[in-house]
C-alpha cells in the first residue's frame, strides 16, 4: 500500500470509530462511561487526523515517511511500551483480584477498553520520548 492511500485508511478508521462512538453515546445516554469512551476515541481520532496531515505534507514535500531513524525509533518505542504494558497489566491483575474479593467487578469489554487505552497511551508516549530525545542531542 503506497503512502497516500495508507494516509486515508488512518483517516477514514478515525472517521468510523468517531461514528460509533457517538452511536454509543447517544444510544445509551450520557453517563460517565460514555462520556470516557467518546473522549478517548476523540482524541484517537484527532492524533490519526495529525499523523496524516503531518504525512501529506511529508509527501507534498518528498521526504520519507519512514526512514532508517524513524523505524529504529518506532521499534524501540514499541518493545519498551510492550515489556511496559505487560508489567503494568500484571498489577492491574492482581488489583482486579483484590477488587473482585471486595464485590467490584468490571465487564470484560471496559477491561478491553482500558488495556488497548493503556498500550496504546505507553506507546505513544515512548514514541514522543525517543523522538524528543534524539532531537535534542543532535542540536
Do not use: C
Not at 60 to 80: H, K, T, V
Amino acid at each position: 500500500m503506497d503512502e497516500r492511500a495508507r494516509m486515508w485508511v488512518m483517516v477514514g478508521i478515525s472517521a468510523v470509530l468517531l461514528a460509533i462512538a457517538l452511536m454509543i453515546t447517544l444510544n445509551e445516554g450520557i453517563n460517565a462511561w460514555s462520556e470516557i469512551v467518546l473522549l478517548t476515541i476523540l482524541a484517537i481520532a484527532l492524533v490519526a487526523i495529525a499523523l496524516a496531515a503531518k504525512s501529506m505534507r511529508e509527501i507534498r514535500s518528498g521526504f520519507p515517511l519512514q526512514d532508517e531513524r524513524s523505524m529504529a525509533l518506532s521499534i524501540r518505542a514499541g518493545n519498551r511500551a510492550f515489556y511496559v504494558s505487560m508489567y503494568i497489566f500484571l498489577f492491574m491483575a492482581m488489583a482486579f483480584v483484590v477488587l473482585e474479593d471486595r464485590g467490584v467487578t468490571f465487564s470484560n469489554a471496559e477491561l478491553l477498553f482500558v488495556i488497548v487505552g493503556l498500550m496504546g497511551s505507553i506507546h505513544i508516549i515512548f514514541s514522543v520520548y525517543y523522538n524528543r530525545k534524539g532531537r535534542r542531542s543532535s542540536e
